[in-house]
């Protein structure tokens, strides 16, 4: 079940549980100092911010806000495609280059976990999973890109 993404089982979920921060926004703090990896940072802020709205209204066809999710999933792997590409460049950091891809790897496993439950359980609990992506996403682009960044420089690679 995907509630073990969040190291919870059904039976210790809230009922009505309530996220807990709101959707993070660009800031300028965020950036890398590498354009591309900063232009997809902003896209998928929005496409997250997007899908947090789509699950917060009541109102919205389930369709309409798994469409929306999708676009997120669909983004995030298009730009970690990107990443994992820079992140093959000889002279990169082993260790980081494998913790960086399995970061990616638990992001899209939990987009994926709240796909799997839209449709059947209530906004309030997809709000959680939201909630953690959002501070997974901040947690990511400030230490771990902001590393990718870094060796890009150091390896004298491009950061456009």
């Known amino acids: 079940m995907p509630m073990r993404l969040l190291g919870l089982s059904n039976a210790s979920w809230p009922a009505r549980a309530k996220a807990r921060t709101a959707c993070p926004a660009w800031r300028e703090s965020f950036a890398t100092g590498h354009a591309g990896i900063d232009e997809d940072h902003q896209r998928l802020i929005e496409?997250?911010?997007?899908?947090?709205?789509?699950?917060?209204?009541?109102?919205?066809?389930?369709?309409?806000?798994?469409?929306?999710?999708?676009?997120?999933?669909?983004?995030?792997?298009?730009?970690?495609?990107?990443?994992?590409?820079?992140?093959?460049?000889?002279?990169?950091?082993?260790?980081?280059r494998d913790r960086h891809i399995k970061g990616h790897q638990r992001f899209l496993e939990t987009v994926q976990g709240v796909l799997d439950m839209v449709e059947n359980l209530p906004p309030d609990v997809c709000s959680h999973f939201m909630d953690f992506l959002g501070s997974w996403l901040v947690h990511h682009i400030r230490e771990t890109d902001k590393e990718l960044a870094r060796q890009c420089v150091l390896l004298g690679l491009p950061l456009a």
């Open 47 to 96: 496409l997250l911010a997007d899908s947090w709205r789509a699950l917060a209204d009541d109102a919205l066809p389930k369709a309409e806000v798994r469409r929306r999710i999708e676009a997120l999933d669909a983004f995030a792997r298009q730009h970690f495609s990107f990443e994992e590409q820079l992140l093959a460049h000889p002279g990169m950091d082993a260790g980081h």
